[in-house]
């Protein structure tokens, strides 16, 4: 029996922090990797950049790894990813989606798809975490769903410089002495084929939500006068982390409340019309904010995720109530979707946990709850 302090669907665990982590410095670094390279945008006048900027900063969030010369290989292997995902989004736009075409939109949903089933295999093979294609979905299908306009060698020269940026806050702490780490390399531990079944069903999982997610915001984008269909492909993803049927669904549901209440911070914001430079020091906070609690409540990083995505994604341009509804409506579309897909999965495994079962009743007896997702951490 699932206690209430157990089950992740409990309301207390909506508003009750985990256990505090060593995320401080993470959480510096992270602030520190969106705010400079932004600031410098500002300085430079060059805004137009700003996206090239964002999502090269994610580098920053795989900077928990314990061992610095750990940390700098998986740094340069994950801001590499980045790198060549901001490029397919750029050339995508340029010569792959004609975005005067009605069919738009489905072009940037399976491109999407294949980033996502390409970005989950590499993350599970490598053992990258977190783990999945969210960021990569993010980064890609942002770039790839506006028209190209910001010269290629600016953006990529940008992007090459952040993810720089982020190797070198990652190996500050050598520094110090008394945080130094020895200068060594961990050999990686074999997939075995449990742990490499588990891959494969978590691409599949990750290809099918980006697709159905992208079916059914497409389709109904007309008829509730929605944009930013990308949004939904991020959020299909997110319910997939879930380690637990249950997991999934509240990761799914706090990511839609957490929306909601990011979204009424967000508007509290914009009623002060800051300038710029106030604008990108609130995305520096969210960012330190978001890692400072994503591991201990996923609701409450969630309200700062929003402002983070929202205001880091429309920097330079008017942030209209009409892209805060399309966040939401989005976000609700793509967790409802990556939500169904947990649930059919976990039903999927329990029915053939059963047949197993009534073949060979000495058989082990696992819970399909514990297989109903893929298991990258969060």
Known sequence: M??????????KNLITLGPAKTDLWVSVRCALGIFLPLFGLILANRLDLAVFAVFAAFTNVYGRVPGHVDRLLTQLKVGGTFWVTMLAGYLSSRYLIDHSSPTWLWTVTGLTAI????????AGYTRIRPGGSLFHIFAFAAIASSPATAPLGDGMFVASATIGLALVLGQLGRLSPSRRTPWTVTAPRPLSPGERSDVAVSVLMHVLAVLVSGAVSTLLSSVLHIGHTYWALVAAVVPLAGHTTRHGIARGV???????????????IMLWHPPLWVIVLVIGLCQFMTELVVNRNYFFAQTFVTPLALLGSTIGHPLTTQTMIDRLVETIIGCGVGMIGVVVLSTVLGARRRRRLAQDPDAPDDDPDDLAAPKPDS
């Open 254 to 268: 706090h990511r839609i409340l957490g929306t909601f209440s990011g979204l009424c911070v967000l508007a509290l």
């Open 2 to 11: 699932v206690t209430p302090s157990e089950n992740p669907l409990h309301l």
């Open 115 to 122: 980033v996502s089933g390409v970005a989950t295999a590499w």
